[in-house]
């Protein structure tokens, strides 16, 4: 029996999950049952990857073994930081050098033999889980604590500095900022990056998640199952590229272009980046967060003109599209605030899409787990559109 072709998979369900909801109707996002506006503003990364990987969140003692586990993972091995060198040293994008960097992480830990956790992973314990699992686990929670480094290590190669040694006291929203710069950062630096890292962490069976449940549903490893992850997330149409939304800002300068830039573009037929969403047909909820973060950032000591600039933008842009495009609701999407405020925390634009990995990283490990206990081989079929009834003739010999 032939199934109906659905081009792109689009409205198929392909597993359950307990991870996240999106309801693109309602512009809802859950996380474990949490809405997304109620976990991401209070959770630090490792509270929002441990509900992920456990589906409740952790006591003090567990939380307190995790950030230890967390911070040892960010010790990159010595192989990893020489491919990063090498990585830097040919030009290789910060997405490159991540998808690279995460495969080397089997040279100092290998896949572990069934039964046996690899490395000394204290918030993991084989209790009531197979081995496999706990095996699994342990890999998460180092792939997870590892992103941070391998995204600020190849940073500072790239610019001709060094890696900074790792600091174990740190959350990883606070080591990724000082492995990055070196400087103690704020706590309104670290609360602004944690809120963004727990928004973006996991969003329902989009592409890159989809292809690393693929990967583990092969039986495979998950740094195998992370770096595929990586490679279609590196894809402009899945990753996006939240720096034009920002970029649209800076060119109009000031409040008074923004309607005839704006305007200008529409008629032009441009895209207003960082507006509409192809799930969301109301507003992404994520903006929403986002956006609250980056008012209490800005307030608290950014750079107030260009908040203020972003508002009046946005307000803009949102009233020409109603006017434009009556018949579609184009709302604010997660690119637009998420520009603005990993540009405010003083983010360069190709550390957009790495960050958001650094987040991203707690949820496909999480769906790799959840994989992992389905243990079923994800095999889809293909319908043949090509041509019929060819023979072999001695002239094709």
């Known amino acids: ?8 998979l689009d409205s198929v369900v392909a597993a359950t999950t307990r991870l996240s909801h999106v309801d693109g109707e309602r512009g809802e996002l859950l996380i474990a049952g949490f809405p997304v506006e109620e ?16 589906g409740e969140l952790p006591d003090a003692a567990a939380l307190a073994a995790l950030r230890t586990d967390l911070a040892v993972a960010r010790e990159l091995p010595p192989a990893t930081v020489a491919l990063l060198r090498a990585a830097a040293e040919s030009g290789a994008t ?11 992480l089997s040279l100092a830990t290998p896949p572990a033999s069934p039964g046996e956790t690899p490395r000394a992973v204290s918030s993991v314990t084989p209790a009531h889980r197979p ?17 941070p480094a391998l995204v600020a290590a190849h940073w500072r190669l790239r610019r001709g500095q060094e890696p900074l040694p790792n600091r174990p006291e740190l959350s990883p929203a ?15 630096r670290v609360r602004a990056l944690g ?18 449940r693929v990967v583990t549903s092969t039986g495979s490893d998950l740094v195998s199952a992370v770096t595929a992850a990586v490679g279609a997330l590196k894809g402009p149409l899945h990753g996006g590229a939240p720096g034009p939304a920002l970029d649209t800002v800076f060119e109009i300068g000031t409040a008074e272009r923004a309607e005839p830039v704006l305007r200008a573009k529409l008629e032009r037929g441009e895209r207003l980046m960082g507006f ?7 507003r992404d909820p994520r903006a929403d967060v986002l956006g609250a973060a980056a008012e209490r950032f800005y307030r608290e000591g950014g750079d107030a003109s260009l908040y203020s600039l972003a508002r009046h933008v946005e307000a803009t842009a949102l009233r020409l599209l109603r006017e434009k495009k009556p018949d579609r609701r184009l709302d604010t999407n997660v690119e637009f605030y998420t520009a603005l405020l990993l540009h405010g925390l003083g983010l360069p634009t190709d550390l957009f899409t790495p960050t958001f990995a650094i987040g991203r990283v707690a949820g496909w490990t999480a769906h790799c787990l959840e994989q992992l206990r389905e243990g079923r081989l994800i095999r ?18």
């Not at 910060?94 to 080397?104: E, I, K, N, T, Y």
């Not at 081995?131 to 992103?147: C, D, K, P, R, S």
Request: net charge negative; charged share 15%; proline share 5%.
């Open 276 to 282: 509409g969403h192809r799930v969301y047909r109301v």
């Open 94 to 104: 910060p997405m490159d050098a991540l998808r690279m960097g995460v495969a080397s």
């Open 131 to 147: 081995a496999a699992e706990t095996a699994a686990l342990a890999a998460a929670v180092q792939l997870t604590g590892a992103f």
């Open 1 to 8: 029996m032939t199934s109906a072709l659905v081009s792109g």
């Open 174 to 188: 606070a080591a990724f900022l000082w492995l990055l710069e070196g400087e103690e950062p704020t706590p309104e």
């Open 380 to 397: 889809p079929q293909a319908e043949y559109v090509g041509p019929r009834g060819r023979r072999w003739t001695a002239a094709n010999g």
């Open 195 to 212: 809120t963004y890292l727990c928004t973006v962490v996991d969003h329902g069976l989009n592409a890159s998640t989809f292809a690393a």
């Open 39 to 54: 976990l991401a503003p209070h959770a630090t990364l490792e509270q929002a990857a441990y509900l992920l990987w456990h």
